[in-house]
Each structure stands twice: as C-alpha cells, then as structure tokens.
C-alpha cells in the first residue's frame, strides 16, 4: 500500500523473526564485576523536609535490613508513579517485608486522596543473614512495619494479613470482592515456581479485568535464581485463567526486572 506523502517506506520484515534470547540483547543492563551496591542510595532529589512519608522512607533506607530484598528506590518511585497514575482503589501487595513497597504505594493512594487501601499478604517471620545481608530480625517483624507506617503517617491505608499468603488471600477473596475487587496487585513474596504461581491463582478471581499485576524479580540470573516471576511471565498463555497483555521493565542500580500485566479479559 502506498499512500501520498508518506516519508518512510515499510520495514522488511524477516522472515525467520523470533525473539531473541535476554543475553543476546543489544541492551541488557548488568551489575559488571566490582559495581555491585552494598547499599540502597536514597537520591538527594527525594530528600525533602517538608514531607513525612519520603523522610521516613529515607530513614529505612539507611537500615542494612532493606538491602537487597527491598525495592531501590528507582523501582519504587516508578511503582508509586504508577499508582498515581493508574489510581486503584484497592491493592493487594503479596510480600511485604520491612515494608518498603508498602510506602512507597500507600504514598502514591494518600496522594491520588479517596480511600485507596493496600491489603498487605506477608508471613511477618523472621529475617535472617543471606547473600548481601549481614543483619537479621528474628522477631517483631510485624510491629516493626506498623511502627514505620505510622511514623510515615500511611498506617491507615494498610489492612494486613499475616500468614501464608496464598491461604489467606483466599481467606480474604469474599472481602476483596465486596470491595470491589482489586486493581492493582503487586506481587513478590515465594518467589518458588509454585510459590509465585500460587499467589497468582490466589489473587486472580478478584483482580478486575483492566486491573493490572506487577512481579518484581523477572531476571533469575540477576536476582539469585528466583525461578516463579519469570516462569509466570513465560507461560503466561497457559497459567493465567484470564486474558493478560504484558510488557517487562529494567530496575536500577540492580537489574531484578519487573514484569506488569494487564488484565484483559
Ligand atoms: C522479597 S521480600 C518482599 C520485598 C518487599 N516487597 C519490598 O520491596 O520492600 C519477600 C517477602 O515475602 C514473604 N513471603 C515469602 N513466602 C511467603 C508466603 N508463602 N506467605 C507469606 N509471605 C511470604 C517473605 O517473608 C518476605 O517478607
């Protein structure tokens, strides 16, 4: 088709197009031998005095514990940009840990105003020492949470449910389903194959079609070997009941990956 005063011709197409293997990318960002962060950065351009849930946030990310399993700061301010513009109105976030996710969407709800809720899914267990982690928390994981949402000022948009997460997102789906159903889920707790899957299938009767759900540890080979958001991603076609479309996004300064759905039918 030829059409007056189009500048561009038509792209060849190949005829053995397929996608390419992720280490045979043109652009793929790895850590390179000695740049491996000890710590989270908390950008100087987020330092600002005059507001409560950012100072918190830079209190926890001073904390040793939050690094590596925690969101960087990078990752979350593109989850919070995402709230914000998505706007749900009900969240569920599967795999708390010292809550750092939890401010950084909780924030983005406070700012969007209404009544936006994040029904927080952790086990709350201890913490131990493991790769990159010299620190540990054997107990009180819960109330510590608690304690820094509040001094965050975004403990009331946190519902939470401690335990298995795939058992008591169940418990929950009569709830969630009340409240309409959930927009926006934000998945990163077992990261097992079984695990990740079973948190999907958990949540998936009650997210709303046009709602999306995010996985965050997409690259095992960047991120230790987690197996289940990739598989998810993967095998999308077969392990979801619903109709998804998705798109997958590079993390800094360490490349997890981030994988979103939407929930298109
Ligand atoms: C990678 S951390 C989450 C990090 C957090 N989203 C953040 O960015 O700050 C994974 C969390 O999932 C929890 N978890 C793993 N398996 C779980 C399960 N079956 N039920 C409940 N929580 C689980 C772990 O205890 C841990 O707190």
Redesign the pocket.
């Known amino acids: 088709m030829t059409i007056a005063g189009w500048r561009v011709s038509p792209p060849t197409i190949p005829p053995d197009k397929a996608a390419i293997p992720r280490e045979d990318l043109e652009y793929f960002p790895r850590v390179r031998e000695g740049e491996h962060p000890l710590f989270w950065e908390f950008p100087a351009y987020l330092d600002n005095p005059n507001c409560r849930w950012l100072q918190a946030l830079k209190e926890m990310y001073a904390m040793p514990i939050?690094f590596p399993?925690?969101?960087s700061p990078e990752?979350?301010l593109m989850l919070h940009g995402l709230i914000r513009n998505i706007k749900p109105r009900v969240i569920v976030?599967?795999?708390?840990?010292?809550?750092?996710?939890?401010?950084?969407m909780a924030s983005a709800l406070a700012e969007n105003g209404g009544n936006g809720v994040i029904h927080a899914?952790?086990?709350?267990?201890p913490?131990h020492k493991g790769p990159w982690r010299d620190v540990e928390m054997l107990t009180g994981?819960l109330d510590f949470v608690k304690d820094r949402l509040a001094k965050a000022g975004l403990l009331d948009r946190v519902v939470f449910h401690?335990?298995?997460?795939?058992?008591?997102l169940v418990k929950a789906r009569e709830e969630l389903a009340r409240a309409g159903g959930v927009q926006f889920a934000?998945i990163?707790?077992?990261?097992t194959v079984g695990?990740a899957l079973?948190?999907l299938w958990a949540v998936e009767p009650v997210l709303n079609t046009g709602g999306y759900a995010m996985l965050?540890?997409t690259y095992p080979e960047q991120c230790g070997g987690h197996e289940g958001p990739r598989h998810i991603l993967d095998h999308l076609a077969t392990v979801g009941a619903g109709l998804y479309e998705s798109c997958e996004f590079y993390l800094s300064p360490l490349n997890y990956g981030m994988g979103l759905l939407r929930r298109i039918g």
């Open positions: 939050v399993a925690s969101l990752a979350g976030e599967i795999g708390t840990f010292c809550s750092v996710s939890t401010h950084w899914f952790d086990d709350f267990g913490i994981r401690p335990g298995d997460s795939p058992t008591e934000f990163d707790g077992d990261h695990g079973q948190d965050h540890d």
